[in-house]
Structure formats: C-alpha cells, structure tokens
C-alpha cells in the first residue's frame, strides 16, 4: 500500500442505485501518470469522484496510503473549463490564489507567503503577466491553464484532470503538458481522464482502459491496442 499513490482493489462505485463501476482493481505508483481512457459513460469521471470522497464506494481505496477523506488535503483536481461560469467575478490571479484556501483557510487573509506560491503557479502555466485579468476575458485554453495553475498552488501530491484538455488550443496544451512533466519530476502523481490517445501516449506512462470496469491497465504500448479496445466496447 505505501508504495502505490492510489490502490484500488474490488472498488465500486455508484449514485445511489445506480451502479457507474464494479471490481476496479488498479495500483498507480507515486510519481507516474495514468491515463483514463474509455467511452461516455465509462466511470472515468466517476472513478476521479471516487478519489475525491465524493461518490458512494465498495470494497478498497487507498489514497496516498490513506481513505479518500483524509488524503482530500493532498490531492488536487481540474475540471473543464468551460463547466465553470465564465463571468466569474474574478481575475486570473484570484482564481489561483483560491487554491491556497484550504491552507490558510476561507476565513483567514492570505499571507505573502501563499501570495508568492499563486504567483510562480501562474508564472509555470506562462500566464505570469495575465495576473490581473478578469478569468472570464481569458480563452478557454487560458482559462484551463488558470485553473491548472489553481491547482498546482494546492502543492498537491495527487493531482486529478477530468478531460482537461477538451477545447484547448495547441500552445495552452503544448504548456499543459510541459506543466504536468515538471510536476512528475518533483514526484507528483497524475491521473487523467482523456479521449485523446496521442495525448495518453504522450504524458503518462500508465494507461487504463475502463468501461464499467478495469477492461485493461499497463504501459500505452501494452493497452493502446484494436483488441483492447474492441473488449472494451463489449458489455
């Protein structure tokens, strides 16, 4: 259990009755990146849910050797951007500062500190000098950068992307992906869930193919093949 970032073994996950995904058994050692692949529907977002606490479980889930709930400080997640309103009222700095909130806390100022810590998060996603920008002003593929770079102030040891890369343009998806390479270097765990097989190939080293269950795991060249895929597609 210590070794691995996330351990699952015979997890289940649903909403209320509706069972999303059954027998998921996977371990994703710490430092290594995991792509989640799969149809709509899958359980990839609902797998990600799982690891947030945030979603009805059974059986087994270790979370950086500990249950979801305790692990929750040191993991961070991505959303897509254009899930959130873009007429937000706040600059893209403030965004990023919102992901110190859970050190310092809601009712607390930020100190120089965390200031510091938002402003090199958003400086390493290139966006240093947009600081003072309205989010809403931003492109998508800045304003997912953005909220990368929220994420990354979290200091995280886990860090979840739920299809962050859907409707990004290729130089804010160039800077995601050398973002997400300096992160692994210093140690941090990646799980992503994607449609895009060159992007899986490309940052992780770990793929999973899920449709309800794990249907394949192992490096993109092992997962990554027309029978997998095939297998996947079967109920």
């Known amino acids: 259990m210590a070794e691995a970032a996330l351990t699952c073994e015979g997890l289940s ?29 899958a359980g990839k977002s609902t797998l990600i849910k799982a690891v947030l606490g945030l979603v009805e479980t059974g059986g087994l889930m270790r979370v950086l050797g500990r249950d979801p709930a305790r692990a929750r400080p040191e993991v961070a997640y991505v959303p897509q951007a254009d899930t959130l309103d873009a007429a937000f009222p706040a600059t893209a700095g403030e965004v990023v500062l919102m992901g110190r909130y859970r050190s310092i806390g809601w009712l607390r100022r930020p100190r120089r500190h965390d200031r510091e810590i938002a402003a090199s998060a958003l400086d390493r996603v290139g966006l240093a000098t947009r600081a003072k920008d309205r989010f809403g002003t931003l492109s998508m593929g800045q304003r997912q ?6 994420a990354i102030a979290a200091e995280p040891r886990l860090l979840l992307l739920d299809e962050s890369f859907n409707g990004v343009d290729s130089a804010s998806q160039e800077t995601i992906l050398e973002t997400l390479a300096g992160l692994r270097a210093i140690s941090t765990t990646i799980m992503l869930a994607t449609h895009d097989l060159a992007l899986a190939r490309r940052a992780c080293d770990l793929v999973c193919l899920l449709n309800g269950t794990v249907r394949a795991l192992g490096t993109p060249d092992q997962v990554l093949q027309p029978e997998h895929f095939y297998q996947a597609m079967t109920p």
Not at 28 to 37: F, W
């Open 13 to 41: 996950a649903s909403y209320g009755q509706r069972i999303v995904l059954t027998n998921v058994t996977l371990s994703v050692p710490y430092g290594s990146a995991l792509a989640l692949i799969g149809p709509n529907g």
């Open 145 to 150: 950068r953005v909220l990368l770079a929220r």
